[in-house]
DNA sequence: ACGATTTTGACAATCGTTCTCAGCGGGTCG
DNA sequence: CGACCCGCTGAGAACGATTGTCAAAATCGT
């Protein structure tokens, strides 16, 4: 238990997603502007996960030039609305994903860095289940594995 | 380069803990000073997770002030050495705890911070197997669960 | 086409974290 | 005991990612 306080506090404006269905209220009405879709393809080329700067550049080398600031507002949206994942890399930089590619784990290796990637239909079962069982929704996860090759042993 | 690589690309350093007492290298040695120890008695005060800034807070009002600097790095030295636990909150600040003994994982809300230690035993199991199975040894890994708690959905 | 609304983009402002560097202090050696 | 070496500290500058600002540009419904 320990009442985990929530580390972020006033963030409630971010928060402008979901209205229910039978909302007869505003729409919000996402306007289908020649940047937002920029970003949506660019998400849809690559299949890992890429900070909003790498995202930035890569839009500006393909020619379609998009404002910093807007790419930010656009992942943030699209990641608000569950199309792409977002998550924060081990220095904290917020990176995302298109969120449809397959889900997999890697094994690196300590030493020389070697990579495998595996799949463990237990370990989503698994996780899905303890999160269930928490009443978590919406669940995903991260998984890495880390230890020393055959060649590097 | 390309291919799919895990958000952390080459980020296995952060996994350095382990200094192993045989090394006849350089031998850091640590000082027993003053901050430091205010740090650590500091860390042991608590359960939950707090940002640097917090703990930082939290010395000045004990009257055991430290630079803003040391705490930082203190903790980053704390961390490195696994005597403390260190993840990213949802908005990207370093959050510290206490270690505690056993191994475990945490599920984490995604909106309101709300965490929930969990054991997984078939995790632990899962994850040496298939490390096995690809001739890695020494093997060690790291897995977040993050969802929408109850109360939040 | 026209006014209402959204969006955009350049740039300033935040904010957590790290770097710099002069001064301090613990530990050691003579 | 005193000089010295070197890690450690603190204050503030520097950094880098992200967000806020606001006038100009693009869209939409009519």
């Known amino acids: 238990m320990t009442s985990t306080e929530p580390p972020t ?22 306007r289908p502007t020649r940047q937002r879709r920029a970003v949506s393809e660019a998400m849809a080329s690559f299949e890992d996960f890429r900070s909003a700067q790498e995202i930035h550049e890569l839009l500006r080398n393909r020619g379609e030039a998009v404002g910093l600031a807007t790419v930010y ?4 949206r699209l990641a608000d609305a569950g199309e792409i994942d977002m998550l ?3 220095d904290g930089e917020a990176i995302y994903r298109a969120c449809s590619t ?3 784990h890697h ?9 495998v990637e595996v799949e463990g239909p237990a370990v989503e079962r698994w996780t899905s289940a ?4 928490h009443g978590y929704g919406e669940v995903s996860h991260t998984l890495e594995i ?3 090759c055959p060649a590097c042993r």
């Open 73 to 76: 507002r656009t992942l943030q």
């Open 88 to 90: 924060r890399s081990e």
């Open 107 to 115: 094994l690196v290796c300590r030493s020389c860095g070697r990579t």
């Open 102 to 104: 397959t889900h997999h």
């Open 146 to 148: 880390f230890g020393t």
């Open 130 to 133: 303890i999160a269930a069982e």
């Open 9 to 30: 506090t006033d963030r409630a404006d971010q928060q402008t997603a979901h209205q229910t269905d039978q909302e007869p209220a505003a729409k919000p009405a996402l």
